[in-house]
């Protein structure tokens, strides 16, 4: 029965990575049409937020002041922080690396794991399965074509970025025991939005409210807000608390794979056969890190 229930949560987990990857494609479609990238980012938490409080209980504040303070922390490393440092590396540096580089959370969450919670050891599969999905993810992201322009700024920029969501899954490890998933999502998109608040005023982009009567405009915000913020942040939250941040982490591998699929779906962006052959390794690579390299043994 416990093994049942946790397959169900790696299906929770697979379907969430695959709806983030397609959050690519329709925040690209919403600045064609104007907004800003921290425009998209208020209106998506904010539409979450109004929206949980229809199925969380009305508790308002943490247990003690600490706890409340690591909501905010958690506001910051899996909101407005998190995106503010990935959309100003996009401005800065390629997509294809930022994409790159961001894969790289999975390692830095099992690194301070390991060092802020030692029982946690860092097993040699894990590592290894790392560095496969990690060399997918460069042959899905680059997809054919190699050009890596080392921009210094923009790069450091994704790895802080990276670190963020790192920091997130130690945070959420932490407050998982004490509070429901549904509490700890309500207080991520109140934190998001109030840490957010800063970065809006002190900023040079202009929030276009109205654009906000377009059918399309209308049609992509519902669905970063409700299904790719709401409901997704609540399967992630209900998977960590279930599988661990380490092991929940490795399918953010996924998500350059399933951006590739929509990419090449909706805007008709080419597959290669490096893409391909990247999508295996990635698969590979998550399979090695979850369940390890087992080789049958011949007896004599």
């Not at 308002?60 to 706890?67: G, M, S, T």
């Not at 920029?157 to 025991?177: D, E, H, P, Q, V």
Request: glycine residues 6%; positive net charge; proline residues 3%.
């Amino acid at each position: 029965m416990q093994k049942s229930k946790a397959y169900w949560y790696h299906i929770i987990t697979i379907l969430t990575v695959a709806i983030w990857g397609t959050t690519f494609v329709s925040t690209k479609v919403l600045i064609g049409y104007g907004l800003s990238p921290i425009e998209i980012l208020f209106y998506r938490f904010l539409l979450a937020y109004v929206c949980i409080w229809f199925i969380c209980p009305r508790k308002l504040f943490a247990k003690n002041i600490k706890d409340e303070l690591l909501f905010v922390g958690t506001g910051l490393s899996a909101g407005s922080l998190y995106f503010v440092l990935e959309n100003t590396a996009l401005k800065i540096t390629l997509a294809s690396n930022v994409s790159l580089i961001i894969c790289t959370a999975p390692i830095f969450t099992a690194f301070l794991s390991h060092f802020i919670y030692r029982k946690e050891h860092i097993k040699p599969h894990l590592i290894f399965g790392s560095i496969i999905a990690l060399l997918g993810v460069a042959l899905v992201v680059f997809n054919g074509s190699f050009i890596l322009q080392i921009n210094p700024l923009g790069d450091i920029l994704t790895i802080l970025a990276a670190l963020s969501w790192a920091f997130y899954g130690i945070i959420l490890k932490r407050l998982n025991g004490h509070y429901s998933t549904l509490f700890i999502t309500r207080k991520v998109f109140f934190y998001g939005i109030i840490t957010l608040l800063p970065f809006i005023l002190f900023s040079s982009d202009v929030f276009h409210t109205h654009l906000l009567t377009d059918p399309t405009i209308i049609a992509n915000l519902l669905f970063l807000g409700v299904v790719a913020s709401l409901l997704c942040y609540i399967m992630w939250n209900s998977a960590v608390k279930e599988l661990g941040v380490i092991q929940t982490s490795n399918y953010i591998y996924f998500v350059p794979l399933v951006t590739l699929l929509t990419s090449a779906i909706v805007i008709n962006e080419q597959i290669t056969t490096i893409a391909l052959l990247g999508s295996v390794f990635i698969l590979f690579g998550v399979y090695i890190a979850e369940r390890g390299l087992k080789l049958r043994q011949r007896t004599a």
